[in-house]
């Protein structure tokens, strides 16, 4: 039984842990401001791609 | 005639959390500044299938040949804004609309996540599993698969579905560069940028490789029979894979050209049995056929409901629901047709409790013509803005009639008429091809009955099938005593008209013509030509 307790307890922290890291990022849109910010750097790569352009 | 006017239903039950949704924006940013606060309840749903979201991408993204795909394809970037294209077609909505709406757009992401994930397994250049790449057919994008209906063990890969169509419903600016390259090669400009932006993949060394064979379709207009024409001669001549032009009527609804259309049919499928190896199996072809028919059952049950006075099912989500599940599944895929049922659930429940979507029902509208693609979530802004209610668009308004189901000799015949006819009704050309019928009369046969007091017609400006019946809209609506609002776009291509472009017609029409103040003056000016 105490073990049981225990696992809950465990899985209670680790989920409230990640409630609390993961729900600003949602509410703040953080992972969004992220991503626009790897965009530019991407296009860029896709620029100096040699490509085999023809119709 | 005096002008139609639809009673205002106001919601008795307030909308809890944000009500000016314009303040989410930031100006001139390319995403918002926080998501949106929808109550408790329904932010942590919201958010619980943000999480959702993220393990699908997270599953994505730990294949290796997904990430090598991602520095490969230009395209791919637009991968990146996959949450913010949920919260875009979500905005606003509360209770079952929210559920329902994640319903769909969720299963969209994870279907298109596959598409993705067996592209990049078969691509000569990423994955290069020669042997899978023999079990996939290549389609295009805008193209009905019921051929494939019959064949359990292969796949009818779209490369333009992901390229191209996503893309643009993702990043706003998805297509640009390619509608450059295809006109610095000399590709017309007035054509539809759809199929040229699909050239231009084709051109820019950008499309996948892979498969046994492809079936193209002479879907819709001039712009994507010279789009298939650029795309094909790359396929055939240099990649090596064999090309089938299924060349389905225009003239759909007339008799004499049925039998001609399921000879069309049968050739396909005898095609893709000679380049595949695989065999046509009727047991699985009645399976989907069954679920074909579920589909259609569910959708003209949601447009039922969408012609009394609480709406269920409306707006962005039926239209883009309707063309994945209608045109890319088409009976293939089991969970559709389990989203169907959860979707039709929900639907009944708010139905019952006389819900509504937003603070205030103003206008019932009747949403026509070729939607922006740039700016799908447009309807959505409509209702939240205006208060008008997209009860079904033209996208939507697909095959009503149900197809045979059972294993029989006759049926086994009646099978080629049943794919003919859902493929010369694909969507979009079912209304943009077929007379003035399907395209003029039907609208105002619509707008009776799901009793509308509003037409929302899209204006593509380089669509020449919708344009020239521009003056045939105009005196039919003023006939009926309809307002009519036009709405210019360009399809892919917000540097022609923008997203406030669009959104500027319907506020001057508004303000000037119905004399009326926006449900929510924080939409009626956006700053978003950079966003997403």
């Not at chain 2, 993702?170 to 007035?190: M, R, S, T």
């Amino acid at each position: 039984m105490r073990f049981i307790g225990k696992a809950i307890l465990y899985l209670f922290l680790i989920c409230t842990g990640l409630f609390l890291v993961t729900f600003p990022i949602y509410f703040f849109n953080i992972d969004m401001k992220l991503t626009s910010m790897i965009e530019p750097l991407l296009l860029k790569h896709y620029d100096r791609i040699d490509r085999d352009q023809h119709l | 005639m005096a002008v139609k006017k639809f009673k205002t239903m106001v919601n008795p039950k307030p909308i809890k959390g944000d009500k000016k949704y314009g303040e989410l924006y930031k100006p001139g940013g390319k995403v918002r500044k926080r998501r949106e606060w929808r109550g408790v309840g329904d932010t942590l749903y919201d958010y619980w299938r943000w999480l959702g979201i993220l393990l699908t991408l997270g599953k994505f993204v730990a294949v290796p040949r997904n990430v090598k795909a991602m520095f490969r394809y230009r395209w791919m970037a637009n991968y990146l804004a996959v949450p913010m294209m949920v919260d875009r077609f979500t905005q606003g909505l509360r209770g079952e609309y929210l559920r329902m709406a994640h319903e769909q757009q969720d299963l969209i992401i994870i279907d298109v996540a596959k598409l993705l994930g067996n592209i990049f397994r078969g691509d000569r250049r990423i994955g290069n599993d020669e042997e899978f790449s023999k079990i996939n057919v290549l389609v295009d994008e805008n193209e009905m698969t019921a051929v494939m209906m019959g064949f359990p063990n292969l796949k009818s890969t779209s490369r333009e579905t992901p390229s191209t169509y996503v893309s643009v419903l993702l990043n706003q600016h998805a297509a640009e560069h390619y509608i450059d390259v295809a006109q610095e090669y000399g590709l017309a400009g007035d054509v539809c940028p759809m199929p040229e932006a699909e050239a231009g993949v084709s051109i820019d060394d950008d499309a996948p490789i892979l498969g046994a064979c492809a079936v193209q379709c002479n879907t819709t207009c001039d712009g994507s029979l010279l789009g298939n024409g650029v795309i094909s001669r790359r396929l055939e001549k240099e990649d090596g894979i064999p090309v089938f032009q299924l060349p389905a009527p225009l003239r759909h609804k007339e008799d004499d050209v049925q039998d001609y259309a399921a000879e069309e049919i049968r050739r396909a499928i005898k095609f893709i049995e000679e380049h595949t190896g695989h065999k046509w199996d009727w047991d699985y072809y009645f399976e989907c056929a069954r679920r074909v028919n579920y589909a259609t059952k569910c959708r003209n049950e949601w447009l039922d409901m969408n012609k009394t006075d609480y709406p269920q099912i409306f707006g962005g989500n039926l239209a883009l629901y309707t063309e994945t599940n209608y045109m890319a599944i088409c009976g293939k895929v089991p969970e559709f047709e389990r989203c169907d049922r959860r979707l039709m659930k929900l639907a009944e429940k708010a139905y019952k409790k006389q819900k509504m979507a937003a603070p205030e029902y103003r206008h019932r509208a009747i949403v026509w013509g070729v939607q922006s693609h740039f700016y799908m979530d447009f309807l959505v802004w409509l209702l939240n803005c205006w208060g008008i209610v997209p009860l079904t668009d033209m996208l939507s308004c697909i095959n009503t009639e149900m197809i045979a189901e059972t294993d029989t000799p006759e049926n086994r015949e009646q099978a080629y008429y049943d794919m003919a006819m859902l493929t010369e009704e694909m969507i979009m050309r079912n209304r943009t091809h077929g007379g003035y019928k399907v395209l003029l009369d039907d609208l105002f046969e619509f707008v009776e009955q799901y009793n509308a007091d509003m037409i929302i017609l899209w204006e593509h400006i380089t669509c020449k099938a919708l344009d020239g019946m521009h003056g045939l809209f105009e005196d039919k609506a003023r006939e009926r005593g309809i307002p009519l609002i036009w709405v210019d776009h360009q399809l892919f291509d917000p540097r022609v008209i923008s997203r406030q472009g669009v959104r500027d017609q319907v506020n001057q029409y508004m303000r000037t013509v119905m004399q009326e103040e926006p449900l929510d003056p924080t939409l009626e000016i956006l700053d978003d030509d950079n966003s997403w």
